[in-house]
Each structure stands twice: as structure tokens, then as C-alpha cells.
């Protein structure tokens, strides 16, 4: 990381910590504004985290590890999430995925090179009602087919 | 945003009744904290997340208390699979919802009220957020609410961030202290040493959304729907077979033959109540009840047609349990993969008898060694569809069947 990069981080995250409070309290919506802006949370950050918040680096990076919407691992900018749970299974959530994984060449987990788009699977969305359903980044998209998922995917930049 | 409106009929008596934003506030406030706590425990209301702790009990001990600072956090975290309820209510009835919360303050002497939605409900948060501003400006939140001085009381809104076992209560706190997760040990309960280790009443979306309308109605109003030890009605997320999915209002002690006749599942060969930790209930057993005593539920409702085949439905349910095991405790941690790894031998059919049923005992360990309620009730399913389906499960047809496809 450049040493300008770094310090425009620490910048942003001592306006975070500003913003949000000193306390323990607050680490979890410090990580949640990084994770939403950068798509994941890198060793840097979590340093000057713990120590504006005077708590061990460890235990940010504890926290982060708990938590499946938070990464310490480089992203895509958009995160892809679909719903794997008992109902959108049931309603066809297989032929969804796979018509992704072959239509953007990666399976889940992993990112496109051009780290346009991170595939991973959630558990159950709420959307049981609508399914198969999917979130891109904070956006929700229900009643899927194969083809309107791919669709909705080639249409994000 | 790609979410139709709750397309079920707005039947219900209780919840989907009329209701005017602020009314309960306002009532609230006229008759005073006694008699709030006496209609609650007149009305018998007790929690809609699934456990059923009587409401009024929880409110009076914390209310009791004289510890200088008291927090009501409203349990947004609904991560049971099938069930959406709270995403109803938080959308399109909010006024019940946060009307709620304000009176629990009022009756608890909360000056904050913390609401922990879902991470996987962030879409949300904008349209809260503003409804929130929209009830200080109404004077419904902040200082000296609707006039009453002294009462400062205001709400905020913390996300979760994907973890099923966040919806536990303690495990709720630790996460909005900005800890892990992860479940504490019970007792102490919340209401000694909740959030901040001050006492706090944690309830789930539908049980405070319940209060405004007790407060309005009385508490034997209330009492009139359901059973005896049922009272009032419950939202149930239905999903799966059927033809009309969605959130239904009805009273407590509906059978569950009656339930899939609104919702247009008669062919049912199972139904899962409870979500994924709850039990799968087989045709020969749908005059059974939905309530507390009987078939209990938190509201989910999944409908299996006799196509689906239950140990695939066996199966993600385990792999959603093996995927958010906190890993905590040993039994939790290491009995769900135990549990998965059976299915998978019984799905290539390389397993003995013997074992499964030793995989039972395991299960059956870990329902009272596990620390919180997930590793509880994880084996539910695995014990309860290996019980009611071995037939299809462990018998193959004959020549020529269909049976494991």
C-alpha cells in the first residue's frame, strides 16, 4: 500500500472513530462503514482501528473472522450474495448459481479478475416468500430465474 | 427495490388491526406504568421469537430494578430459515413496531432503545432511519415525549452482520458491544446485566408490535384470541409448497390442516414448524396445534409437497447449522459436522443402523449440553425427520423407485 493510500485510510478512520465514538461499542459500525466502502477490511486498517480504539489488533481482526458480511481479504467491488437456505433451494436456487458461475466463470467464493464481482452464498435472506433471492451489495432482488440473474449481473459496472 | 408488499390477506384481529401512529404512546402515558404492566400481564403476551417468556415478568423486573441506566433493544435479527415476519412489519407497519419500543422505555425507565436489525436488512435502514426522524419531529421520540415531562426517550438503529446465532439474546449484546457473537452464559440473565451489563429488556419485533394494540384494547381483549395458554395471535411466514406464500396473522391454536388450506397447501406431505431448528411435522399429524403447548413456533412455516425428498431438506438445514455454529461450545461446534456427516453416508448409502442411532444419542447430548439455543435445538430436525420419514428415508423402493433421487 502507498504511504499516500495509507494515509488517506487512517484519515477516513479517524473520522469514523470521531464520528462513531471511542468505545468497544462502536467497532462493529467502524467495520461495517469500511466493509460497505471498501469491500473488505485490510491489515492496515485494522491496525490504526485498534489503535484508536486502544484494544488489541487481534481483536478486531477476531471480531471481523466472526461476522460473514466482514472480509480482511480483498474483494470485488460488487458483493453478490444469494440465499442458499431450505426455500429458495426449493425454489430453484441450483440452476440460479450455476447459470452465474457460467456465465462470469468463477465459482462462489471466488472474484472475478477484473474484481468486478465477488459470488458468495448467504444464509437465508428473509425472502423465503420470493425466492430464489439475491443481494447485491445492499440491494435485494427476489424472484429469480437463471437468466434475470444473469441479467441483473451484467448489468452492474 | 424488488420486494412485492405482503401479498396475503390481511386477516388477523390483532395485529393487522386498524392502528394510528402514536395512539398507544399516547394511551401509554394517560394510564401509567402500573397499569401497562397490569394490561400486559392481563393480556398473557409472551415472546414471539419463539421461546415464549412471558413479557410482563420480563418488563417488571427490569422496571423493578433502580440501576440509574435501563436499555430496551428490540431483536431485529430473524435469521430462522423461512422466516420473514419482521421484514413485513419493519416495512410496511413500523408505526407498531417503534410505538412499541417507546412504551416498553416508558414502562421499563429506558431512556434508550436500541433496535439490531439483520445485516442482510440493511436495504431497510434508509426508510427506517427517516421514519425515525419523522417521530421526533412529532415530538414521539426525544425530549418530554407527547408533553410528558421527564420522559427523554429516543431510538437508534445498529446492523447485524450475518450471523444467525446474533439472534440469540445474549449473543445480540455481546454484538452490539462490538464483541463476537457469541452466546454468555444464563444466569445472569439481560435483565440484571444486559447490554452494558445494565439491566435490559430484549424483545422481538412482534412482541413489542403486539403492545400498542394491547394497550388500546386491554389485555383481555387480547386474551379472546388463541388458547388458554396461547393468548392473541401470531404471524406465521409461510413458504415452500404452496400457492399462496406469505405472512399470515392467526390466532394461536390453529391447526396446522386448517393453516394449509388458507395458504393453499393441501398436498403437504410435511410441514416444518419452527424453522430450520424447529420439528418437521408429517401428514398423520396435522390436526395438531400451533402453540406454545403444542406445535411451538417462532412463525416459520415451510411446506414440503411429496416430491421433495426429506433428506435433502435434512441435509441444508444441517449445512446451514455447520455454517452457523458459533463454535463456542464443543457440542455445537463438532455435533452439527458429526450430524452432516451421517446424512452425507446416508445419502450414499454407506451407513449402519447402529450408528445412526448413536448420531440420535449425539444429537440428543447435544440438545442439553450445548450452551445456547442453537446447538438446543440443531438436532430437532435431524431427530425428528429420521423419525418421521424413515420409510422414505431409509427403505428403498422397490425395483424401478424413485425413492433417494
Known sequence: MLLLEKNSLTEEIEELVNLMGHERSSLLPILQALQRKHKYISDFAQQEIARLLDIHPVEVYSVISFYAFLHSEPHGRNIVRLCQTITCDMAGKDAVAKAIERELGITFGQTTKDKRITLEYANCLGMCDQGPAMIVNDRVYTHLTPEKAVNILNEIK | ?405
Open chain 2, 1 to 405: 427495490m424488488d420486494i412485492s408488499i405482503n401479498k396475503s390477506p390481511r386477516q388477523g384481529a390483532v395485529l393487522f388491526s386498524p392502528y394510528l401512529r402514536g395512539e398507544g404512546i399516547q394511551k401509554a402515558l394517560e394510564i401509567g406504568r402500573e397499569n401497562i404492566l397490569f394490561e400486559i400481564r392481563e393480556s398473557k403476551l409472551k415472546g414471539r421469537g419463539g421461546a415464549g417468556f412471558p413479557t410482563a415478568t420480563k418488563w417488571m423486573l427490569v422496571a423493578a430494578s433502580v440501576a440509574k441506566e435501563k436499555f430496551i433493544v428490540c431483536n431485529a435479527d430473524e435469521g430462522e430459515p423461512g422466516t420473514f415476519k419482521d421484514r413485513v412489519l419493519l416495512l410496511e407497519y413500523p408505526e407498531l413496531v417503534f410505538d412499541g419500543i417507546v412504551i416498553a422505555g416508558y414502562t421499563i425507565g429506558a431512556k434508550e432503545g436500541i433496535i439490531y436489525l439483520r445485516g442482510e436488512y440493511e436495504y431497510m435502514l434508509q426508510s427506517l432511519e427517516d421514519y425515525l426522524s419523522k417521530m421526533r419531529e412529532d415530538n414521539l421520540l426525544g425530549n418530554s415525549i407527547l408533553g410528558q415531562e421527564g420522559f427523554d426517550f429516543d431510538i437508534s438503529i445498529r446492523l447485524g452482520s450475518g450471523a444467525y446465532v446474533c439472534g440469540e439474546e445474549t449473543a445480540l449484546i455481546e454484538s452490539l458491544e462490538g464483541n463476537r457473537g457469541e452466546a454468555r452464559n444464563r444466569p445472569p440473565y439481560p435483565v440484571n446485566t444486559g447490554y452494558m451489563n445494565r439491566p435490559t429488556v430484549v424483545n422481538n419485533v412482534e412482541t413489542l408490535a403486539s403492545v400498542p394494540h394491547i394497550l388500546l384494547k386491554g389485555g383481555e381483549w387480547f386474551k379472546k384470541y388463541g388458547t388458554d395458554k396461547s393468548t392473541g395471535s401470531k404471524l406465521f411466514s409461510v413458504s415452500g409448497d404452496c400457492t399462496r406464500p406469505g405472512v399470515y396473522e392467526l390466532p394461536w391454536g390453529t391447526k396446522i390442516s386448517e393453516l394449509l388450506e388458507i395458504v393453499g397447501g393441501e398436498n403437504a406431505k410435511a410441514v416444518q414448524v419452527g424453522g430450520a431448528s424447529g420439528s418437521c411435522i408429517p401428514r398423520s399429524q396435522f390436526d395438531r396445534t400451533l402453540a406454545y403447548e403444542d406445535a411451538a413456533t417462532g412463525g416459520s412455516i415451510i411446506i414440503f409437497d411429496k416430491n421433495r425428498s426429506m433428506l435433502k431438506v435434512l441435509k441444508n438445514f444441517m449445512e446451514f447449522f455447520v455454517e452457523e455454529s458459533c463454535g463456542q461450545c464443543t457440542p455445537c461446534r463438532i455435533g452439527n459436522v458429526k450430524l452432516l456427516e451421517g446424512i452425507k453416508d446416508i445419502e450414499r448409502r454407506n451407513y449402519t443402523f447402529s450408528y445412526i442411532n448413536k448420531l440420535k444419542d449425539l444429537g440428543r447430548t447435544m440438545q442439553v449440553a450445548s450452551k445456547c439455543g442453537l446447538g438446543q435445538s440443531s438436532p430437532n430436525a435431524f431427530i425428528s425427520i429420521l423419525e418421521n420419514f424413515k420409510e422414505e428415508i431409509f427403505n428403498y423402493n422397490g425395483f424401478g423407485g424413485t425413492n433417494g433421487k
